[in-house]
């Protein structure tokens, strides 16, 4: 009696050279995604520091003015001295003159121009408060604009074309305090793009 024998089915050892690149290259797909996502999940978290920072000096003005009924450009005077915890921004201030619709303005630039935007916080006499979130070649522009009291939203090219036909020169408007790279907000603030905002009705 003859018996009929099947051979064994044997099963690879390792993963074919098919196998190895289709999971190579998905795990390539995977970290540039994850990549990107952190990327912007860095600027994002720097960007922040810049808004806090505007809103933080808008808060501590408010409450100089109405204990002194003035505004300052003296970061000393609004309390806001804590050295050495800004590592993205640099902030500044300057007060409108008398004749001026703005009271005062605060900047925030970037220490890397091209990792981040800048902040402009404008608040004017009427109690209207306007923040920018711009490029920071369109700081100084944005800057000009604001301070002739313009606080319609406007885009870069409008606002280059305002201060082109105002004929007006930045070097005619107040100086900025140029003090608060070592300063450090306390407070996170509300968050406004383009768009104007109501602080309190006792800010004057």
């Known amino acids: 009696m003859t018996m009929c024998r099947h051979p064994r089915l044997q099963t690879p050892d390792g993963f074919t050279l098919i196998e190895l690149m289709t999971v190579v290259a998905i795990l390539g797909i995977l970290v540039s995604v994850a990549t990107v996502s952190y990327n912007q999940f860095v600027i994002k978290a720097k960007t922040v520091e810049g808004e806090i920072v505007v809103h933080e000096v808008e808060r501590l003005e408010y409450l100089y003015h109405a204990s002194n009924e003035t ?78 009291g313009n606080a319609a939203p406007m885009t870069s090219i409008e606002a280059t074309n305002i201060v082109a036909g105002s004929g007006m020169s930045v070097n005619n408007e107040p100086e900025w305090s140029d003090g608060g790279s070592n300063l450090r907000c306390q407070e996170c603030g509300r968050v406004v793009i383009n768009q104007p905002a109501i602080p309190p009705t006792a800010q004057k």
Request: glycine share 6%; no cysteine.
């Open 71 to 148: 505004y300052t450009t003296s970061f000393a005077d609004l309390g806001f001295a804590m050295k050495g915890a800004l590592k993205y921004y640099t902030a500044e201030v300057r007060m409108g003159s008398a004749t001026d619709s703005m009271g005062y303005q605060v900047r925030a630039s970037p220490v890397t121009a091209s990792a981040t935007d800048a902040w402009l916080l404008t608040s004017y006499r009427d109690g209207s408060v306007q923040v920018d979130r711009i490029p920071v070649s369109n700081l100084s522009v944005f800057a000009s604009v604001r301070y002739m």
